[in-house]
């Protein structure tokens, strides 16, 4: 795994983001190739499955790391660096977002709403599942589960970007793996 | 003894985030304590969710949606670079420019699906030895040694035999005429399919780590070693010869200690577990019982001639007995348990009656020491085979 990271880290690295920093634009698409999945996917599950706000906060996102990016100076892991901004501005557009919804309503969840016809298949109707009550963590449970599940990161590299200590985000992963076990004990069938 | 409990370690304990010495603490205290065992057991339940978690697609327009954005911020942004090149200057520069996308993409693909795959999990396989013979994974003979991957069965003939190296958590010993199926392996469960044959296996690893899958039943290992046939028609023999095996189908579950055995019967499920001292009439009468469904009218005599042949430690097969009779018959079952280790505070005969499960939990801690010293073998065990690894890591 660390060797995989430092050979993606060495791609980004070397070819990719000193271009970025001189304002090459060609690179700047292959370094939003790289992490436009990865983004977004974050974005999704932070908005409830949302994902027209999970549209607009990725573009916020790489318009931001186009300016932005001049500053990395490398002291930290770039990956370390972007997730950082990922996440903050996740919990950013949520806490603006939040001022215009009524006490006690949370973020709306449109992953239900949609019947695709692939849901009859058993696999997608527990990951749909998973996705939701993922997305019904709080914050600081489903951000360390989204670096841990979604960018395969490790606690250390978790630890680094949220800003806290390695014992904190076992802690959090702990408890969202606890979480999700609870609400969904019932598909125990279907995983184990 | 008492150990601190391991709750708030069990999700980096599953995760390899531990050092090999906390690593080690943790699987020590999961043999010993059954409430950290079913927080072991929760947090495995929430890996596996949230391993469906899937990486969705950015939608495919997010580029040209961004195009224009990026070049407005561009027209802005101070110049560092003595070449600024536009977004699109020639055909080559296109072409080059996907070819680049494309060969990063993939690269990224790959080494996406290998960093996401932990360092404990090498290629989603087993090593196989040969032992005698020449063993077969799929279609292929093996020599020396051998892979055996995610689906893929290994087959003994009459003459071969075979061992298999469970990742850093035990050994399965393949005896011959026996066919086996690697089905799962991964941090949290590793799992063989036994279609038939025999197989031994000596696992040091925590609870429920490792399965078998049989036609009758799945046994999923509580450390340490036993072994498990399957005959022709599916029907198999487990035999534990040290800490606890559990055989379960359905909602019926059998908990086998080490002396002990069990049998199962395709579309009955596990039989009822039986130490394989007890005496023949014993053995014979609880098979009549588990699997003989014709004989409802003799069922009474039968049970009286096994609970005439129950000895103090017997009381392994009468326990899980109380679940698998009604009526008189469980009152009889209760009467004989009793007679051996009366029921401790807040077990009444009404609540076991009606299979309370707290009460019948609570039973089954008073009888567990004359089944077996549980805590001291299986730690005992515990700590010889992590000298064991420590030292084979050593070297």
């Known amino acids: 795994m660390e060797q995989a990271a430092a050979m993606t880290q060495q791609i980004i690295d070397g070819r990719v983001i000193v271009a970025c920093q001189q304002g090459d634009s060609e690179a700047f698409r292959l370094l939003f190739e790289a992490y436009k999945d990865k983004v977004f996917s974050i974005a999704v599950y932070s908005f409830g499955g949302d994902r027209s706000v999970a549209d607009d906060v990725t573009q916020q996102i790489f318009l931001k790391l186009f300016t932005a990016i001049r500053k990395f100076r490398g002291e930290a892991e770039f990956t370390t660096w972007l997730y950082r901004m990922v996440v903050n501005a996740c919990l950013d557009e949520r806490r603006r977002r939040r001022r215009f919804l009524p006490w006690g309503e949370t973020m709306p969840s449109k992953i239900g709403e949609k019947k695709p016809q692939e849901k009859q298949y058993a696999r997608l109707e527990i990951a749909e599942a998973v996705r939701v009550a993922i997305s019904e963590l709080k914050p600081k449970f489903r951000l360390p589960i989204l670096l841990k599940y979604v960018e395969g990161m490790s606690y250390e590299e978790i630890a680094n970007v949220m800003g806290c200590a390695k014992g904190t985000v076992a802690s959090r992963l702990n408890r969202g793996h606890s979480e999700l076990a609870r609400r969904l004990a019932h598909l125990r069938g279907e995983v184990s | ?395």
């Not at chain 2, 999700?11 to 050092?19: D, I, R």
């Not at chain 2, 800490?243 to 039989?271: F, N, Y």
Request: contains cysteine; charged residues 25%.
């Open chain 2, 1 to 395: 003894m008492f150990s601190k409990h391991v709750t708030k370690d069990l999700s980096a304990y599953c995760q390899g985030e531990l050092t090999s010495e906390e690593s080690r603490q943790v699987a020590e205290h999961l043999i010993s304590c059954t409430k950290c065992r079913e927080k072991f057991e929760e947090i495995k339940l929430g890996i596996k969710l949230a391993e469906q978690l899937p990486q969705l697609s950015a939608p495919s327009d997010l580029w040209q949606q961004l195009r224009p954005l990026l070049e407005n911020q561009q027209d802005v942004r101070p110049q560092t670079a003595t070449r600024t090149k536009s977004f699109v200057t020639s055909w080559q520069t296109q072409f080059a420019t996907i070819a680049t996308i494309v060969l990063v993409i993939t690269s990224l693909g790959i080494l996406w699906r290998y960093r996401s795959r932990p360092a404990s999990v090498p290629q989603g396989s087993w090593e196989v030895a040969r032992v005698d013979g020449t063993p077969k994974i799929g279609a292929t003979g093996i020599s020396n040694k051998g892979n055996l991957a995610v689906g893929q069965w290994l087959e003994t003939d009459a003459n071969s035999r075979a061992q298999i190296a469970v990742e850093s958590i035990g050994q399965v010993e393949i005896d011959p005429n026996t066919r086996v199926r690697l089905l799962q392996t991964q941090p949290t469960e590793h799992r063989l399919e036994l279609a038939h044959g025999k197989m031994s296996a000596r696992i040091w690893a925590p609870p429920r780590l490792f399965f078998v899958d049989t036609p009758s039943a799945v046994a999923a290992d509580l450390g340490c070693a036993y072994t498990l046939e399957v005959d022709d028609a599916g029907a198999s023999l487990l035999r534990v010869t040290a800490g606890w095996v559990a055989l379960e189908l359905k909602d019926r579950e059998s908990m086998v200690p080490a002396g002990a055995a069990c049998q199962t019967r395709r579309g009955i499920g596990p039989g009822t577990p039986y130490f394989e001292d007890a005496s023949e009439n014993f053995r014979q009468s609880l098979a009549k019982i588990d699997f003989d469904q014709n004989m409802p009218a003799t069922r009474r005599a039968t049970l009286d001639a096994l609970i005439a042949e129950s000895r103090k430690r017997d009381t392994l097969t009468l326990w899980h007995l109380l679940a698998r009779v009604e009526g008189n018959d469980r009152v009889r079952v209760y009467e004989a348990i009793a007679g051996f280790v009366p029921p401790p505070e807040g077990v009444s005969r009404e609540g076991v009656m009606q299979l309370d499960q707290q009460m019948l939990q609570l039973w089954r801690d008073k009888l567990e020491p004359s089944w077996s010293d549980r805590t001291a073998v299986s730690k005992a065990m515990a700590e010889a085979f992590w000298r064991l690894r420590t030292g084979s890591e050593e070297r």
